[in-house]
């Protein structure tokens, strides 16, 4: 991926060069020679047909306005996506500064007092680290460059990414395999490789689902303008020509693929942390991303906190208490988390408030060297956290921060201590290599 997005920069790089030469013409007067990409030992081979096809189509489906004609060139293509994503990127940034403007009401923490600077996020397709708002954008650019290394992987990404509705994704997705396995069934048939895009169910089940019509055409279907009876006008079809044996079997295969697809989401960076002691570890000053609160409410959260003691002192159910605590995890969505471990050093990581112990668990355990080896965990209050439970962080009251204590199974270090052996590492040397001290 890597490649591909450095062949893209080196593209745009040349066509700012100045404009080219035909090769009929004098070049006596330019000294510098631009030798032949055809001569490169990694020639690299321009997309397919079906690749092009279905990356016009992507950029016609982000306009929401009448299908423009599709356009073939590479270039064409290209400079499309460009400026429709900073056309996103450019309204993206406006909604952002408005709830910004909004929220600069609300008394702002120093940042280099903050215990995390902030919310970020990996793509698993480049590897980017971005912002919350940086993640739509960047995602959709990654899977409409991709069509021209792979259309089918592309279309699959699209139709499991743009649409936030999944039972409309699998209405279309049953729809189009459909039409798969018809014509796999009567590969002689033509009607069944005739797709009329004016179809009530087309219209309804496939076409309102971003990426349908890119996946069709990756598959091999063609936009044809035919007549058809009891009309003057001819009308648009999606039309595949008839595939041999070889190519229906690759059919099946990428009908499978679309089956199995899911979302690309971008991952949330736990950002793991190591600090040494410090009587400090149980502060935490938090950014508002952490929040699940509009400007007015964090205006008014010093005031029900100042209301805590007087409420505390009131008589109240279990009941009540419990429906209380509910609304106030709700509030958070990240929680940070610290684990003092036996030597005195903490390690810190972000999570989401409703990822489970498992999660915690595995950060803890890829953090160490010796992870293998059993350990504790224990919450505030002295509360035992279990691996095996799947129990969501906000529910074990972890949000929005919390410091918890790590122990090793003790049964499991008296039998390796009377074997003779050493006492386990802790954290692994890339994170002792940052360690920090907490302000």
Not at 238 to 258: F, G, N, Y
Not at 348 to 354: L, S
């Amino acid at each position: 991926m890597k490649k591909f997005f450095d062949d893209i920069k080196k593209d745009i790089k040349f066509k700012s060069a100045g404009p080219g030469k035909k090769l009929t013409e004098d070049t006596s007067k330019k000294p510098d020679v631009v030798q032949s990409s055809s001569s490169h030992k990694n020639n690299r081979h321009g997309p397919s047909e079906g690749a092009q096809r279905a990356g016009a189509a992507a950029l016609a489906r982000i306009e929401q306005h009448q299908r423009p004609k599709v356009h073939t060139s590479q270039d064409a293509i290209r400079n499309q996506v460009k400026r429709e994503l900073e056309a996103e990127a450019v309204a993206l940034a406006e909604k952002e500064k408005a709830a910004t403007a909004e929220g600069s009401r609300v008394p702002v923490k120093d940042l280099a007092l903050l215990s995390v600077s902030g919310v970020y996020f990996t793509c698993p397709l480049t590897g980017a680290t971005l912002t919350k708002s940086e993640r739509e954008v960047h995602i959709k650019e990654a899977i409409l460059m991709r069509f021209e290394e792979d259309a089918i992987e592309a279309s699959v990404m699209m139709i499991h990414t743009f649409n936030k509705d999944r039972e409309k994704v699998k209405a279309a997705v049953d729809i189009i395999s459909k039409y798969v396995d018809n014509i796999c069934k009567n590969p002689t048939e033509e009607k069944y490789r005739k797709i009329k895009l004016s179809n009530k169910v087309f219209q309804e089940k496939v076409r309102s689902v971003e990426g349908s019509r890119e996946f069709l055409q990756a598959l091999g279907f063609m936009s044809v303008m035919l007549p058809v009876e009891g009309q003057e006008e001819e009308e648009e079809f999606l039309v595949l020509p008839e595939q041999s044996p070889d190519a229906l079997e690759l059919m099946k295969e990428r009908r499978d693929r679309l089956q199995r697809g899911e979302p690309v989401r971008a991952q949330l960076d736990r950002q793991p942390q190591a600090f040494r002691p410090s009587p400090n570890a149980q502060r935490f000053e938090l950014p508002p991303e952490f929040y699940n609160l509009t400007a007015e409410e964090l205006k008014k959260e010093q005031q029900q906190k100042s209301d805590l003691v007087e409420k505390n002192a009131m008589l109240r159910t279990k009941a009540m208490r419990e429906r209380e605590e509910q609304r106030e995890r709700r509030k958070y969505n990240y929680t940070l988390l610290r684990i003092r471990l036996p030597d005195g050093n903490l390690l810190q990581g972000t999570f989401y408030a409703w990822d489970r112990l498992p999660v915690l668990f595995r950060f803890v355990r890829e953090s160490l060297v010796d992870g293998w080896q059993p350990f504790e965990l224990i919450a505030p209050g002295s509360q035992k956290l279990q691996e095996s439970e799947e129990v969501a962080l906000a529910e074990c009251n972890l949000v929005p921060a919390a410091l918890l204590t790590f122990a090793w199974d003790a049964a499991v270090q008296a039998d390796i201590a009377a074997a003779g052996g050493k006492s386990p590492s802790l954290l692994k040397p890339e994170l002792l290599e940052t360690i920090r001290t907490l302000s």
